[in-house]
């Protein structure tokens, strides 16, 4: 987050409650293609090439499709291998539906918040936030955990 640690609020996409170390991708990435199985991202062209999103609270400006990413997201969920949670500057249907999917076939929460465009690029890379996400569309809450 930024250097102040304040807590952000945003629209909850999905529900759950994560906490880990924040990872902001400066470009959106698709989870079919562009992160492979275990959480790496290889698209060729991304500036975060070789970054896992594993274990991580995941910043991005939206999801870059393909429907195909809501099935590739389930499967990491189910795998560990995917972040804890996502936050991203746009609704993004495709990865919602993964979340979904996810929690209830494998029971696997992915919290998911949309965020305003000035909280999102304020965000870094530095320490650790907790997301608490409520059933849509309450407000969610992104703070530095501690």
Not at 84 to 90: F, I, R, T
Request: negative net charge; glycine residues 12%.
């Amino acid at each position: 987050m930024s250097g102040c640690g304040a807590e952000l609020t945003g629209a909850s996409l999905h529900p759950g409650v994560a906490s880990g170390p924040l990872l902001v991708l400066d470009e959106p990435v698709s989870f079919w293609g562009g992160v492979d199985l275990d959480g790496v991202v290889v698209d060729a062209h991304h500036p975060q090439r070789g970054a896992s999103v594993a274990g991580r609270v995941v910043a991005m400006p939206a999801g870059r499709g393909s429907s195909s990413a809501s099935a590739v997201l389930a499967e990491q969920l189910r795998r560990g291998s995917a972040p804890v949670a996502l936050l991203l500057g746009e609704c993004d249907t495709i990865l919602v539906v993964g979340a979904a999917v996810a929690a209830e076939l494998y029971g696997v929460s992915l919290p998911i918040v949309q965020l305003e465009a000035a909280d999102l690029e304020a965000l870094t890379d530095a320490g650790h936030v907790a997301v608490h996400a409520g059933v849509p569309p309450a407000v969610a809450m992104v703070k530095p955990a501690p």
